[in-house]
């Protein structure tokens, strides 16, 4: 079925102006154009300041450098999907310039959002490659920031663990939306790229099979669990937030595999529905949001209809609901 209230919207036509050119000088991204990102990516030059010197902005050529231009393409990549599939214009809704830095410190093993802008690591080589080598990483870091302009998930505990989970739900469909994946044929992996050989890890998190992507004897880290009755109690992590984040991922990728086609139209749209329509408190838990996506698929789909029974049937499979 399709969504009753079809969300996508074409691009509006680009700017005639071009960017102020001494704006531009300055590494300030041109005017607001509707349907069209403003990407500045900046290089730390391995070291841990913030925000680093200004390497590539929009429209300008690629850099001779791989992780700017990995950045770049990557943000692209992002703002498409949320543009296109659900017709927001940028992290915060109103074209906001996407940020990122690259090289950010030496052997950094992580990428992050800041409150302000994605930021990447090189790995160290030995475990990890460079972050902007993956998609879904860079997608999952800008959904932080959907996340922390709408629904502003607090990152702890359940509500944190629904904050990662809503970053490897937009991660991953950044990948499906950029190759034209089908949920069926999607790896539901997120960080697929950034391990080296030396690793035995598929990724850094399978979204499906929650604790089963890398092996924690290797890494040191607990596997996620894929069902309530596994839930981690921990004070580390925020309360394990990238652990029990495994539990909604599951109940999502049951939910998109269910209605199937490609899972940003169907799943990926009801999950959208539920952060940014007014009902998520920043401490909403699991069943809360489990909730607020029942009512996003009723309202999108009609109460009753085959989407919004394959939602519960997800979350009753992880026993976030009976
Ligand atoms: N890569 C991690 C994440 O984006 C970094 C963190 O824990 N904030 O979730
Ligand atoms: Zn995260």
């Known amino acids: 079925a399709r969504a009753k209230t079809a969300p996508r919207r074409t691009a509006a036509a680009p700017d005639v102006a071009a960017p102020d050119s001494a704006a531009r000088a300055r590494g300030l991204p041109g005017p607001p154009t509707p349907g069209a990102p403003r990407r500045l990516i900046a290089d730390a030059r391995g070291v841990e300041t913030l925000p680093g010197e200004t390497v590539r902005t929009e429209g300008d050529p690629p850099s001779s450098d791989q992780s700017t231009d990995q950045a770049y393409d990557g943000l692209g990549s992002g703002y498409a999907l949320f543009w296109q599939a659900y017709g927001r214009d940028s992290i915060d809704g109103a074209n906001m310039p996407l940020e990122a830095t690259v090289h950010y410190g030496t ?112 890494l040191g880290s607990d596997p996620q669990p894929a069902h309530m009755r596994g839930y981690i109690t921990t004070l580390e992590d925020n309360g394990g937030v990238h652990l029990n984040s495994g539990i909604p991922n599951r109940a999502f990728t049951l939910a998109a595999l269910a209605i199937g086609g490609a899972a940003w139209n169907g799943a990926g749209l009801i999950w959208y529905r539920a952060l940014t329509s007014g009902g998520i408190e920043p401490d909403a838990g699991f069943e809360r949001f489990a909730r607020a996506t029942l009512d996003a698929a009723a309202g999108l789909f009609g109460p009753g209809s085959a989407e919004q029974r394959a939602v519960r049937a997800g979350w009753i499979e992880v026993g976030v609901l009976t």
């Open 107 to 218: 052997a950094y093993d992580n990428a992050f959002w800041n409150g302000s802008r994605m930021v990447f690591g090189d790995g160290d080589g030995e475990v990890f490659r460079g972050f902007t080598g993956s998609l879904s990483v860079i997608g999952h870091e800008l959904a932080h920031g959907v996340t922390e302009r709408t629904a502003g998930l607090a990152y702890q505990g359940q509500s944190g663990a629904l904050n990662e989970h809503i970053s490897d739900v937009f991660g991953a469909l950044t990948e499906q939306h950029s190759s034209d994946q089908g949920a069926g044929q999607a790896s539901w992996l997120i960080g697929a790229e950034i391990f080296t050989p030396a690793v035995q890890g598929r990724a850094l998190r399978d979204m499906h099979n929650p604790g089963t992507a890398y092996d924690d004897d290797v």
